[in-house]
């Protein structure tokens, strides 16, 4: 199962707030952070404890329009993809909106499956974007950059491609990946990757991000394959 994504829904319906909340709980593809206004928004963006993949924003909100705090946010320098909600329709809205960096514009009343399939397109593009940052452990991984970077040690990682789709693709999978699936998915259908391949690669890897490579807390061997551990507390050993 892929882990969940961080998203934030800025609404003042506090009733379709709770509905579009629940909704993506249900998919069990995000975790949903809340915010009834601009000012709750902010202090929630604000916190360095806390990152968000896209944002979900209404423009009419209590302490001000959503579009004045999309182009904010984007001087800002937030990069990730903003969805606007709203049920203003006509094209000079629909221009605003865009044009002040929302990445799409969504009117109300809308289907919840749409919301969720063009969220899913703008997750796409974002991941393949150079703006793309991944946390893992003490590290921002950057795939596009193929570049982990430990800010606290002012440390860049420089990594390989196979390195960086490595840790790309266990970044997505919660549970432990099987060493066959994971060699399919960086490698596909090569007859000459062997499992020796991967495990040099899962060395080197070690080698790179690892405090103690030979103790490893955040790839580590599990259920004969690998797990990334975002968080790289210590593996309890029994």
Same mark, same amino acid.
């Given at each position: 199962?892929?882990?969940r994504?961080p998203?934030?829904?800025?609404?003042?319906?506090?009733?379709?707030l709770?509905?579009?909340?629940?909704?993506?709980?249900?998919?069990?593809?995000?975790?949903?952070?809340?915010?009834?206004?601009?000012?709750?928004?902010?202090?929630?963006? $604000?916190?360095?404890?806390? +990152?968000?993949?896209?944002?979900?924003?209404d /423009?009419? =909100?209590? &302490?001000?329009?959503?579009?004045?705090?999309?182009?904010?946010?984007?001087r800002?320098?937030?990069?990730?993809?903003?969805?606007?909600?709203?049920?203003?329709?006509?094209?000079?809205?629909?221009?605003?909106?865009?044009?002040?960096?929302?990445?799409?514009?969504?009117?109300?009343?809308?289907?919840?499956?749409?919301?969720?399939?063009?969220?899913?397109?703008?997750?796409?593009?974002?991941?393949?974007s150079?703006?793309?940052?991944?946390?893992?452990?003490?590290?921002?991984?950057?795939? $596009?950059?193929?570049?982990? +970077?430990?800010?606290?040690?002012?440390?860049? /990682?420089? =990594?390989? &491609?196979?390195?960086?789709?490595?840790?790309?693709?266990?970044?997505?999978?919660?549970?432990?990946?099987?060493?066959?699936i994971?060699?399919?998915?960086?490698?596909?259908?090569?007859?000459?990757?062997t499992?020796?391949?991967?495990e040099?690669?899962?060395?080197?890897?070690?080698q790179?991000?690892?405090?103690?490579?030979?103790?490893?807390?955040?790839?580590?061997?599990?259920?004969?394959?690998?797990?990334?551990?975002?968080?790289?507390?210590?593996?309890?050993?029994?």
């Amino acid at each position: 199962m892929p882990n969940r994504r961080p998203i934030l829904l800025i609404e003042d319906d506090e009733t379709l707030l709770n509905m579009l909340g629940e909704y993506l709980e249900e998919t069990q593809e995000f975790n949903v952070a809340k915010a009834t206004s601009i000012d709750a928004a902010e202090a929630q963006l $604000a916190d360095e404890n806390m +990152h968000f993949d896209a944002l979900i924003l209404d /423009i009419g =909100l209590p &302490d001000g329009d959503g579009r004045d705090f999309c182009a904010r946010l984007r001087r800002q320098g937030h990069s990730m993809p903003i969805i606007m909600l709203t049920g203003a329709t006509e094209e000079i809205d629909v221009v605003r909106g865009l044009d002040s960096g929302a990445c799409d514009y969504i009117a109300k009343p809308f289907r919840a499956h749409e919301l969720l399939a063009r969220l899913h397109a703008q997750l796409r593009n974002f991941d393949r974007s150079e703006e793309a940052v991944f946390p893992v452990g003490p590290y921002t991984f950057r795939p $596009a950059k193929k570049l982990l +970077h430990d800010s606290t040690k002012n440390r860049r /990682i420089r =990594l390989t &491609d196979k390195e960086t789709a490595v840790l790309k693709f266990l970044y997505r999978s919660e549970a432990a990946v099987n060493r066959q699936i994971l060699m399919h998915e960086v490698w596909g259908y090569n007859s000459s990757v062997t499992t020796h391949t991967l495990e040099t690669h899962i060395y080197r890897l070690r080698q790179k991000i690892e405090s103690d490579p030979a103790n490893p807390s955040l790839l580590i061997t599990e259920g004969g394959g690998y797990r990334l551990r975002q968080d790289g507390a210590p593996v309890q050993q029994w």
